[in-house]
């Protein structure tokens, strides 16, 4: 049973240019989870989808920022025309669609450098 | 809203020794998850240990135990007989129940030295 994957692991982009960071979650879990870490800080939370819905979108900056979790395919998180203080580490977590969601399983992240 | 607090942004300890990360939270909600996370150089998110708010008992995995003190707000994780392999940062973290989201600490840069 694969793990949460995530890809690219890391990904350059010059500013003003989109970055798209997928993430596949575990066999059979439907809830997706994605955070931010800055250099030297903890993760934050920022959007919380299930198939085909935003569940909470609470941490995601207002702008050029999206989240999606089609029928079919991985979860995308999209950053149009980055800028250099979206340079960070982004995770995903994913947790099953039933009973307790009491754990999140993590990828190993997509260090984006924007240069 | 939930907030979680680690007070102590680096720690040391020679190896085989004892190490406590302290770690405080505020929450209004009774029923909860608790975790300790490892995140070593290579930045893969590893749990470490998980605690239910509802268990009077303190979770304990190998090396690994936390003093969970609910009244007090206080989740503190105790590394026995410390290992190299242990350096890394942790962080604390708080899911609320049934919602799989988490929210973290700042983290703990732990070395242990040989």
């Known amino acids: 049973n694969a793990g949460v994957m995530q890809n690219p692991r890391h990904l350059v982009r010059r500013r003003g240019q989109e970055a798209r960071l997928r993430c596949s979650p575990m066999?059979?879990?439907?809830?997706v989870y994605w955070y931010r870490q800055l250099p030297e800080e903890g993760l934050k939370f920022m959007v919380y989808?299930?198939?085909?819905?935003?569940?909470?979108e609470s941490g995601m900056p207002k702008e050029r920022f999206s989240a999606e979790f089609p029928k079919e395919g991985p979860s995308i998180l999209r950053i149009q025309q980055v800028v250099r203080g979206d340079s960070a580490a982004y995770f995903c977590?994913?947790?099953?669609?039933?009973?307790?969601?009491?754990?999140?399983?993590f990828g190993q992240g997509t260090r984006l450098t924007v240069v | 809203a939930q907030t979680v607090t680690q007070s102590q942004p680096e720690m040391s300890v020679q190896e085989a020794e004892t190490v406590t990360l302290s770690c405080t939270y505020d929450?209004?909600?009774?029923?909860?998850?608790l975790f300790w996370y490892k995140q070593p150089p290579s930045r893969q998110m590893i749990l470490v240990i998980r605690?239910?708010?509802?268990?009077?008992q303190n979770a304990t995995e190998n090396r690994f135990s936390v003093n969970f003190q609910k009244a007090a707000k206080s989740f503190s994780l105790k590394i026995s007989d410390s290992q190299l392999g242990d350096t890394a940062m942790y962080f604390c973290?708080?899911?609320?129940?049934?919602?799989?989201?988490?929210?973290f600490g700042q983290g703990t840069t732990l070395q242990v030295k040989p």
């Open positions: 989808l299930q198939k085909e819905n935003i569940i909470d």
């Open positions: 973290a708080f899911m609320a129940s049934n919602t799989g989201k988490l929210i």
């Open positions: 605690q239910e708010a509802y268990k009077q």
């Open positions: 066999k059979g879990h439907s809830h």
């Open positions: 929450t209004s909600e009774n029923n909860y998850y």
């Open positions: 977590a994913s947790s099953p669609p039933t009973g307790e969601r009491t754990e999140a399983f």
